[in-house]
């Protein structure tokens, strides 16, 4: 029982450091440098961490008292805790817009290669197979494939447009009512899986065979009080304003002081890129440390799925907001948002071949062997040299 009570308040512990971060830097640094900054954006991490986990409290009490089973109640705290993160993207955004767009899509090749490099890690039989949990199996080969289709047509349709300038513009550019369309479409494949899986799941459930997703439904005991639940949530969007504010700031500098170093903006953003995955690398790391390899899995799973179907489609409407109110400048003052060049149309292009290669990996045979886990790790790195290289 001391251990549960330790680990429930890790979160405070975390917040009130964040916090102190922020307020050494705003009140006792009054200088300008990358020092200040590190600070701030270690600050503004700790607290976007702790959001989270107010944030998953709060939905993890509601689900209770709806008696949701589980495994519904896991994915909607999974989904929930994007909340604080897609505030301290809109931050990054609003700092340096082409910069977090790549960002935001860089987050799932580094997704791609947590996934291969924790496959590399799971129990394995002589053959050198890894087997993965059947509801990953069961529930994920669907949004891979959907993924892989959607990067691969943007992508080849941001070629189209720079190839042939279609818009006559000396510099092509993704418009707002093309991250309108985009990002309305892209939520609305979200919006289904989570309605088929709460119709399917949310209520009792018997599997039909061994292969079926097994469930716990809630138990009646240590319920929630709206009071409570409600001041997690507000409490948690409040937190991720201050950390995602602060992570913004940190982006900025980093990317400019890069920059005058002679180092890509590409390079400053595939470290944004990996920070913003640390979350996911904490939770997986400690579930496979406590040997709960199917929760592992499933957080990698999931890191992987909520970026180009919640994540993606976000960050494309709140771009085309803010352009259309002024927050950040338009492209050649024709509401063009995300210009078309090498590297915004290669990170779209290029997470194709990574959800083809998931989906092969996970629907044939419901194993990953040593050829599938190396080659989800050599994608990564070959889109992290062309941009790099080439930024």
């Not at 001391?2 to 009140?27: D, P």
């Not at 087997?131 to 892989?148: E, F, N, Q, R």
């Not at 190839?163 to 369309?181: C, G, I, K, Q, S």
Request: proline share 4%; charged share 10%.
């Amino acid at each position: 029982m001391s251990t549960e009570k330790h680990e429930g308040r890790q979160w405070l512990w975390v917040l009130i450091l964040g916090l102190g971060l922020i307020a050494i830097v705003h009140f006792v640094l009054s200088a300008e440098g990358l020092l200040p900054a590190i600070i701030l954006g270690v600050g503004g991490l700790a607290v976007v961490f702790a959001s989270s986990e107010m944030m998953i409290k709060a939905v993890d009490g509601y689900a209770r008292r709806k008696k949701m089973n589980s495994f519904v109640a896991g994915t909607m705290a999974g989904l929930s805790s994007n909340i604080p993160e897609l505030v301290m993207l809109a931050f990054v955004l609003i700092a340096t817009p082409r910069v977090g767009f790549i960002v935001t899509v860089l987050t799932l090749h580094v997704g791609t290669a947590a996934f291969g490099l924790y496959c590399g890690a799971l129990p394995r039989d002589v053959e050198g197979n890894a087997t993965l949990p059947k509801p990953l199996v069961g529930l994920s080969t669907d949004l891979y494939a959907a993924a892989g289709g959607v990067f691969f047509s943007l992508g080849m349709i941001m070629l189209l447009m720079k190839a042939f300038e279609v818009r006559d513009t000396a510099h092509p550019a993704l418009n707002t009512t093309d991250l309108y369309f985009f990002g309305t479409v892209l939520l609305i494949i979200q919006a289904v899986a989570v309605t088929r899986l709460v119709k399917r799941f949310s209520g009792k459930h018997q599997s039909a065979s061994d292969e079926d997703v097994p469930v716990e439904q809630a138990d009646n005991l240590a319920q929630m009080p709206i009071a409570t639940i409600l001041a997690f949530s507000v409490a948690g969007l409040l937190a991720s304003v201050i950390g995602g504010h602060s992570v913004g700031e940190f982006a900025g500098v980093l990317v400019e002081h890069l920059e005058q170093a002679g180092y890509s903006e590409m390079f400053g953003a595939i470290i944004l890129s990996l920070f913003s995955a640390s979350g996911a690398f904490i939770m997986i790391g400690t579930a496979h440390i406590q040997k709960k390899y199917s929760i592992a899995m499933a957080n990698a799973s999931g890191a992987i799925t909520q970026v180009p179907f919640l994540v993606l489609p976000i960050a494309m409407i709140m771009l085309a907001v803010f352009t259309q109110t002024g927050v950040i400048p338009a492209v050649d003052n024709a509401n063009g948002v995300i210009p078309i060049d090498i590297h915004t149309t290669s990170a779209i292009l290029l997470g194709f071949p990574s959800m083809l290669v998931l989906w092969k990996a996970v629907q044939d045979d419901g194993k990953v062997n040593w050829v599938e886990t190396s080659t989800m790790v050599a994608i990564f790195l070959l889109v992290i040299y062309l941009l790099v290289a080439h930024g």
